[in-house]
């Protein structure tokens, strides 16, 4: 008797499960051939509208800074392969927050991506419906109905790659009105990453949403205005070559007896010898090479305590803070930090996981408000806050009296080629007047200058060049 029940039941769940995949398999067909997606092997298509730099608010858990954008995408769906290209030029006014600002030209950004190498906020099942019926034709999903503000729904879910969860909502009118998934961050651990479709029109046979917007974490990142739709365009892409992810090699330049610039990899630190700890300011890029950092360092100075300065929150300077943590390092940071940093203590890190995830610490943090003092009795470290700057509302610089050297983070660098953000002659940034005006405010005795990005050791006579003379300007809004 109990082994009929057993067989009845596994009966009922191969029934249910194939009605399930069945009716997910239908669904998904009407909309591939509602919006024209079956025999789509190619598309081009063109929007203007606004993008978002996350992670670069001038706040912590404010939205990144907007840009205006133009936007274009050329797809070959047959080989997985897609060409972006993305013009941003400033909006705000004045500028606020990083992500390149202040822009006194335009910023030029894209590339060649294939979809079999990877899966982000950009691939064509998150981005395009025509790439997630695609997607969602050979991912064996399942389908549910939903009431969502009192409107009849249709949940399409799939796994993609494995292990990301993707959920595409499909309206009475067999469109797709919003794909679902989730990512990992490098900050922030696992973030929903949601696009929504709406306004499709009829593009020569081809339904295509003329507004597409995408929010990560909650945050916008775009909101896209397409005016040009081009379907089975003539596309000539071939998939880029895989390339392994460059080692990362810490080049450690020293600058005085127990003093150092770790140069290389995006952002550079500095690492600063006490009697019995260390200093290390700036985490590091990435995760990766915040990692090869934590490795040179307890190489260099093993078995000292070590204290970690983060210098504020945007992403390229907090990434691998949990590493940091992780080691055992006290963090100092600005006390508006707070909150974020114990949110991204606390968020579930499970697509991705890093140690400490793996083993979750009591963080140790000191937060600096105006001023901190790190000594030994006989080297000193001056933390201050540089107080005013519209680059971040926390921004931290570091100063050793004694050697008269300033550390000093994204609104001083030297780079050998032109960038978008340089003022035209004769003018300064107002980031890097500010930060001018802070080192008078304070009366800093300086000689040199490491900056976190671009060039290692700047005598400090090259930033009074750029600010003697030249009034700053704030980039025209186009
Ligand atoms: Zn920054």
Redesign the pocket.
């Known amino acids: 008797m109990l082994k009929k029940g057993l067989t009845v039941l596994a009966v009922l769940a191969v029934f249910g499960s194939a009605s399930r995949a069945q009716n997910a398999g239908n669904v998904v067909n009407n909309v591939a051939q509602t919006i024209g997606a079956t025999n789509l092997k190619s598309l081009q298509y063109s929007a203007t509208g606004i993008t978002a730099s996350l992670g670069?608010s001038y706040r912590p858990f404010e939205e990144g800074p907007q840009f205006k954008a133009t936007y274009s995408r050329s797809v070959d769906f047959e080989k997985g392969v897609s060409r972006q290209e993305l013009v941003r030029t400033q909006l705000l006014d004045p500028p606020r927050g990083?992500g390149g600002q202040p822009l006194y030209t335009e910023s030029r950004a894209g590339g060649v991506q294939s979809e079999e190498a990877g899966f982000n906020a950009n691939s064509l099942a998150l981005t395009i419906p025509h790439g997630w019926v695609k997607a969602a034709m050979t991912a064996n999903p399942t389908a549910q109905s939903l009431t969502i503000g009192r409107r009849p729904m249709t949940m399409v879910s799939y796994t993609a790659k494995g292990m990301y969860k993707v959920r595409g909502y499909i309206n009475s009118e067999n469109l797709l009105e919003k794909v679902e998934t989730w990512l990992p961050n490098e900050v922030l651990g696992d973030i929903l990453v949601e696009t929504s479709f709406s306004d499709y029109r009829d593009f020569a046979g081809v339904k295509f949403p003329t507004k597409i917007v995408q929010k990560q974490g909650g945050l916008p990142s775009f909101e896209y205005n397409v005016s040009n739709v081009q379907p089975n365009a003539a596309v000539t892409l071939e998939a880029p070559a895989p390339r392994p992810p460059a080692a990362q090699k810490v080049e450690p330049l020293k600058f005085a007896e127990g003093i150092w610039y770790l140069s290389g990899g995006g952002v550079n630190s500095a690492l600063v010898e006490f009697k019995d700890f260390a200093v290390v300011v700036e985490t590091g890029q990435d995760q990766s090479r915040a990692l090869a950092n934590i490795a040179q360092v307890k190489r260099m100075v093993p078995n000292k305590r070590i204290v970690q300065i983060n210098s504020?929150h945007?992403s390229?300077?907090v990434s691998g803070l949990r590493d940091w943590i992780s080691e055992g390092a006290t963090i100092y940071t600005h006390a508006m930090n707070r909150e974020y940093y114990d949110l991204l203590l606390r968020n579930p890190w499970t697509l991705h996981p890093d140690a400490y995830a793996r083993t979750p610490k009591e963080g140790k943090f000191v937060y600096v408000r105006d001023k901190e003092v790190l000594t030994d009795g006989d080297r000193t470290m001056e933390i201050h806050w540089i107080r005013g700057n519209l680059?971040?509302s926390n921004?931290l610089m570091s100063y050793l009296p004694k050697e008269k050297l300033l550390i000093v983070?994204?609104i001083f660098n030297m780079f050998y080629v032109p960038r978008p953000n340089d003022p035209p002659d004769g003018y300064s940034t107002p980031y890097t007047m500010n930060l001018w005006e802070n080192i008078q405010r304070l009366k800093l005795d300086i000689a040199h200058i490491f900056p976190a990005h671009g060039r290692e050791v700047v005598p400090f006579a090259e930033l009074r060049q750029k600010i003697e003379g030249r009034p700053s300007i704030n980039p025209p809004v186009r």
């Open positions: 670069q990083a504020h945007h390229d300077h680059h971040a921004l983070t994204d």
